[in-house]
């Protein structure tokens, strides 16, 4: 019980991908100026990081290590993310239409979100058994959610207030994020 | 077998890279075949949206034919009977901006109106039954007609077609069978820092300096 809280905890807050690691900050800057399709976006992404930590998993333990194949871990992965983030638009364009059209071309480009990648890779190289690969996942997206959410909570606010002229729009947003970053950077140390 | 695979490591390579490919390939093939969608979902949301009344004024030949060109990327502001409440509902739905109503194609109308057949004057041309989207109007050729006014969608499209121009838009009064509440105001300005350029804000040092000027 206390591995799956340290493993959360450091993936969410300390290690947090977007914000410590400086992955995936496509979507982070592309899909936070609506609430609404953060909220989607994130639960997407948190979807597809976590199935694709454990398919990862899976193809490395079962496939790549034995045929000592180490060395196509990049492009393998890539091919497991390419799958599961096709697997999710068709279940999503299927489930909530409206999500679908909201996210639009933010959900195939979860496939070059860098953080799907980053967890598979960093996966790897750690010695894990399934259960935390796939906590990892898990975590990498609970953390992508907390963080894009709050920066699109964030962002509706700025839409709204009186900025100077030469700060508006991507430049405040840019510098928002900035100031999340510091403030993420003071989890570290903290298990 | 599988001692010839792990002995060559292009071979090993080749087969787990194909046989990744292939399992993947399949899983994809079946979530295809299970989650197909039949129709755009999406066309009947923005049809339920519209106000039904058939009237063509967006230049569709009714309601389902706009919601479907809407779909493709049409100007949501074509719908004179909806007016700005439907523009507004659409454009929360698919998440754009609301632009106000397109004038070309006609001005909302501030009460709701239905047909009335002058009735003595009707020559029985039934120009205005083709006309109907509807078929709210009832009669026969060299007969008398009359509106059904339940089913009358007030889209005056039978107005042009009447040689006699008996036909008038009457707003329909409101009684006890058809009163609704009044639509509630979306609440605005519930956060402080939201109202500070309003007209009612009134900053602690205003007032000190009109309590001055009194003085």
């Keep these: 019980m206390q591995e799956v809280a340290v493993i959360l905890v450091s993936s969410v807050l300390i290690n947090n991908y977007v914000l410590v690691q400086f992955l995936g900050l496509c979507p982070f800057m592309g899909v936070s100026k609506k609430l609404e399709s953060a909220i989607g976006m994130s639960a997407a992404t948190t979807f597809v990081l976590t199935l694709t930590a454990m398919a990862s998993h899976i193809v490395n333990k079962m496939l790549l290590v034995p045929l000592g194949l180490e060395y196509l871990r990049t492009i393998s992965f890539i091919m497991v993310i390419a799958a599961v983030v096709q697997f999710t638009k068709m279940f999503i364009e299927k489930t909530s239409p409206l999500l679908y059209r909201v996210l639009g071309v933010f959900l195939p480009l979860i496939t070059t979100n860098c953080a799907v990648l980053g967890v598979a890779l960093q996966n790897s190289t750690k010695s894990l058994n399934f259960m935390q690969a796939s906590l990892y996942g898990f975590g990498a997206g609970a953390g992508f959610s907390l963080v894009l959410i709050l920066f699109s909570a964030m962002r509706e606010r700025l839409a709204a207030a009186d900025i100077p002229q030469p700060f508006e729009g991507a430049a405040i947003a840019m510098i928002t994020a900035g100031l999340m970053s510091l403030a993420f950077m003071g989890f570290s140390g903290l298990v | ?215």
């Excluded at chain 2, 194609?105 to 509807?134: F, L, M, N, S």
């Design chain 2, 1 to 215: 077998m599988l001692e010839i695979i792990t002995q060559q490591p292009i071979l090993a390579a080749l087969v787990a890279l194909v046989g990744l490919g292939l399992a993947f390939g399949a899983l994809l093939g079946f979530a295809a075949e299970k989650f197909k969608i039949e129709g755009d979902p999406v066309i009947d949301q923005i049809d339920e949206l519209l106000p039904q009344t058939q009237c063509g004024q967006c230049g569709f030949p009714g309601c389902r034919p706009y919601a479907e060109s809407i779909a493709d990327g049409d100007a949501i502001n074509k719908c004179p009977p909806g007016g700005q409440a439907t523009i507004n509902a659409i454009a929360s739905l698919l998440d754009v901006p609301a632009p106000a109503l397109d004038e070309e194609h006609g001005q909302e109308a501030e009460v709701k109106t239905v047909a009335y057949i002058r009735e003595d004057e009707c020559i029985g041309c039934t120009k205005c039954i083709q006309a109907c989207p509807v078929d709210a109007i009832l009669g026969a050729a060299k007969l008398m007609h009359t509106v059904i006014v339940d089913e009358c969608t007030g889209c005056d499209l039978c107005v042009e077609p009447c040689p006699v121009d008996c036909i008038d838009m009457l707003p329909v009064e409101e009684n006890i069978n058809q009163w609704q509440w009044p639509a509630p105001q979306i609440p605005s300005g519930l956060i402080a820092t939201d109202r500070m350029n309003g007209p009612n804000l009134v900053r602690p040092e205003d007032s000190v300096s009109n309590r001055e000027d009194v003085a």
